[in-house]
């Protein structure tokens, strides 16, 4: 569904050739180094010169890295890929956000020069690890709480049968890293439960991952990492790096969660710890899995928890 009649006439403004210099004046107006491009001059761009988008779509952020740019509109996320010496050949690449199973951002750590954002696709002609499509964005000039906060709300925003919320960009308070590497120091413990409403209230603050409407339910720690069982997702904080500055934000949203399974520990704790994992249909993230400690965390919270949001309900 969603197609239109085969016996629906095309426009021929649609089928109209563009002129012979639209795309090279739009890739000198992007130019080379690595920066945010202002989404009106670029919606315009596409529009008008270079008509990529529809009459309905918009660009509402839009990020440049080396010669290759990544658009994020109201219907897909864009990538303009510059390829060959001359830089004459351009590859036009449509992710619709309803082929998305997965997303991450990244920040980038006190040694890095890039951020990093991940794509999972579910699509026929991309399966397993080639489905995840990885896009760099330089260290200080692209807002990745600003892209997670679109992507949740493109992705996971509608699944409780709602319209998925108009994107606002969130309140930050300083710098990106600076607001990640604060929670994560917060953060204490080792593979244990902690508590829900705290996290809660820091990932609606500082820094603003979780979504207006959106809560955390149960989270559990282990390591330096963190899961977190949402109303909406599973969101997986994977502190990276020496220093832990570098944060890794993973959201598997609940509706593409399959099946799951919870293990207690063995006799010895240290050789059989306690897990949860959950298995997904998202291609290559096909299972999550975390470790738990014997004492301090309760694998039926997880089990109950799990089992009210993919078993259905009878009522």
């Excluded at 130019?31 to 315009?44: C, K, M, Q, S, V």
Aim: glycine share 8%; aromatic share 8%.
């Amino acid at each position: 569904g969603g197609f239109l009649p085969s016996d629906v006439p095309v426009s021929p403004d649609v089928m109209a050739p563009s002129p012979s210099n639209a795309v090279s004046n739009f890739l000198s107006w992007l130019g080379d180094d690595a920066h945010t491009i202002d989404p009106n001059e670029l919606d315009a761009r596409l529009h008008d010169e270079n008509p990529m988008l529809q009459s309905d779509e918009q660009v509402v952020l839009a990020y440049k890295s080396g010669r290759d740019t990544m658009a994020f509109t109201t219907k897909r996320i864009l990538r303009i890929d510059v390829q060959g010496f001359s830089g004459k050949r351009v590859e036009w690449q449509s992710i619709p956000y309803s082929s998305i199973r997965a997303f991450s951002v990244e920040s980038a750590g006190s040694w890095d020069m890039d951020a990093e954002v991940k794509i999972f696709c579910g699509s026929f002609w991309l399966n397993g690890p080639s489905s995840v499509i990885k896009q760099d964005l330089r260290k200080g000039k692209a807002d990745i709480i600003a892209i997670q906060s679109l992507l949740a709300a493109q992705v996971i925003g509608g699944q409780d049968g709602s319209a998925p919320p108009r994107y606002k960009p969130p309140p930050t308070h300083g710098s990106v890293e600076g607001a990640m590497g604060s929670f994560t120091s917060w953060i204490s413990g080792n593979g244990v439960e902690i508590d829900a409403a705290a996290v809660n209230k820091r990932l609606h603050e500082d820094p603003p991952i979780l979504q207006s409407d959106e809560s955390a339910e149960v989270c559990f720690k282990s390591g330096r990492d963190m899961i977190i069982f949402t109303t909406k997702r599973i969101l997986f904080i994977d502190r990276q790096g020496f220093s832990g500055k570098k944060v890794e934000y993973m959201t598997y949203p609940l509706r593409y969660c399959d099946a799951f399974k919870v293990e207690s520990a063995g006799m010895i704790g240290f050789l059989s710890e306690a897990k949860a994992s959950v298995y997904t249909e998202i291609p290559g993230a096909s299972r999550i899995t975390q470790d738990l400690m014997k004492k301090g965390s309760d694998i039926w919270s997880i089990q109950t928890l799990l089992a009210n949001k993919m078993l259905p309900d009878s009522s």
